[in-house]
């Protein structure tokens, strides 16, 4: 499994340091089936909604490819209430189910 390398630079410097993880919280995309989305699709996504950046500290994509959204050190926006002990990874179905 080759995991590539966050494809846009983030504010790093505003972002909260993470607790200590206790779960990995893995999210399922609610796209079409044809959407080709990535770290820096949901990047925009989730600055207009007002968060600092992406949200994630992965997205697997379709294909499978994986790309690094936040870095593991720093608390992530996915899961209220636990973001502070918790990975979040993004995921889009390869195939409609």
């Not at 966050?6 to 919280?25: D, E, M, N, Q």
């Amino acid at each position: 499994m080759q995991i590539t390398a966050c494809p846009i630079a983030l504010p790093i410097g505003k972002l909260a340091a993470i607790a200590g993880v206790k779960y990995i919280a893995v999210h399922c995309s609610a796209t079409r089936p044809t959407a080709i989305m990535g770290v820096r699709d949901i990047h925009r996504m989730h600055v207009e909604r007002g968060f600092a950046c992406i949200g994630y500290h992965y997205v697997i994509k379709r294909d499978g490819t994986i790309e690094r959204g936040r870095p593991e050190d720093k608390m992530g926006a996915h899961v209220e209430g636990h973001n502070r002990e918790s990975l979040g990874k993004e995921q889009f179905h390869a195939r409609p189910i």
